[in-house]
């Protein structure tokens, strides 16, 4: 008989992927010779610009095999530090205030375990990332919910429910803008306001800018830490290679902060990842100082798709949704039915054949939702948002 011995409580603050759980369901569907549509992942369908795979090919028969810097080549935190210039508007010291990560979801965790300590509140929205309690958790604090609302056809934050969630332990704020899963994207006023609130409780920003990129009608992304020296002092940026360039299997991403910050996380990098592949960073030179017109045709064509989905879910019966501002997902309000998002979600697999993500993943004010991606084939869409209407109908 082996021997079971108790674990680390901190695991328990991290629960299964629903994401995960869903593709499992479909894949078991798919043995039996369905054919299922993935709606379910924030898994652009472009493959990695040509030049960029290009530059990973040569730098490995450079010899770019070894041991990478901890903290990231310093050519590539110069390149981020142009980009974060440019793009931005933010000024960060590339020798001590960037550090390359294995993805952004290593800079969450860095951010988070290097700031948080047991029994700080951190506030976070509600819905949200799910990575972003489950990390806070981890990490010993208490991920305080902070309602998203439904205000004129938007998500907003609101300095209400800011002043209501904040307590005297609160250490920090997360934001995510352009938003997972509402699509949200936050406008200058409303990061005044949070700046204001986070400078009126003096608390640590830390701000998730992955889908910056794909923004539309017209709209705008903003750094909050450009707003003001104050706010640039406080807060934290995290960004990624993976959807900006179809880059998701790379695991390459980046931090931007004031060197008090960046020290402290890079003491937790050492120890939980370091920097990303050396020939990985070399590729991700080229995609920062390299052209971007691969950036500007894949966010063109996530607004003709966002289109689509639009449209294909005017005719879909009982169901409630915003229009995504931003990043590539529909958060569908499908509450009328009456199920609990999870057992809707395997519903619309088992009738419809189309994997989507329980809202409830994203927190309590996803009950009733359901996340679907549209960063998929146009075709795939439509025939998609179909399967889901099957399934919502055969309810009715």
């Not at 966002?306 to 449209?311: A, D, H, Q, V």
């Not at 879910?313 to 949704?321: H, M």
């Not at 189309?354 to 927190?363: A, C, R, S």
Request: aromatic content about 8%; glycine content about 10%; hydrophobic content about 40%.
């Amino acid at each position: 008989m082996s021997v079971k011995f108790d674990l680390a409580t901190r695991t328990d603050a991290v629960a299964p992927s629903d994401v995960l759980v869903m593709i499992e369901l479909a894949k078991e569907m798919e043995k039996d010779g369905i054919k299922v549509t993935y709606m379910v992942q924030g898994q652009p369908d472009f493959d990695t610009p040509a030049h960029i795979k290009q530059a990973a090919y040569d730098a490995l028969e450079a010899g770019y095999t070894g041991y990478p810097p901890g903290e990231g080549y310093i050519d590539l935190r110069q390149a981020v530090a142009r980009k974060l210039r440019r793009e931005n508007g933010l000024e960060y010291d590339p020798a001590t205030e960037i550090i390359i990560t294995n993805g952004a979801a290593l800079g969450i965790y860095l951010a988070v375990t290097a700031v948080v300590n047991p029994g700080d509140d951190v506030l976070v929205t509600n819905p949200g990332y799910a990575s972003y309690h489950m990390v806070v958790g981890s990490a010993g604090g208490r991920p305080n919910l902070v309602p998203l609302r439904r205000i004129d056809e938007r998500w907003m934050l609101t300095e209400e429910d800011l002043e209501e969630a904040v307590t005297d332990k609160t250490k920090a704020i997360i934001l995510n803008s352009p938003g997972n899963p509402s699509g949200r994207v936050m406008t200058e006023d409303e990061y005044r306001m949070v700046g204001s609130f986070a400078k009126r409780h003096n608390l640590i920003v830390i701000t998730d800018e992955v889908y910056e990129h794909f923004v539309y009608d017209g709209g705008k992304h903003i750094s909050i830490a450009g707003l003001s020296d104050d706010l640039r002092g406080r807060t934290i940026t995290l960004n990624s290679f993976s959807k900006t360039y179809a880059m998701t299997g790379w695991r390459l991403g980046y931090v931007g902060a004031p060197d008090y910050l960046t020290s402290a996380m890079a003491k937790m990098n050492a120890v939980a990842g370091r920097a990303a592949a050396a020939f990985v960073q070399r590729a991700g030179i080229v995609a920062l100082d390299g052209p971007q017109d691969c950036v500007k045709e894949m966010a063109e064509s996530y607004a003709r798709r966002r289109e689509i989905i639009l449209e294909e879910l005017k005719i879909v019966p009982g169901i409630s949704y915003s229009k995504p501002e931003g990043a590539f997902y529909a958060f569908v309000d499908a509450s009328e039915y009456g199920m609990d998002c999870t057992e809707l979600a395997k519903h619309v697999l088992k009738v419809g054949h189309v994997v989507t993500t329980p809202g409830t993943y994203y927190g309590s004010a996803g009950e009733g939702h359901l996340r679907l991606s549209f960063c998929i084939d146009d075709k795939d869409i439509r025939t998609g948002v179909a399967g889901l209407r099957t399934a919502l109908e055969a309810l009715r």
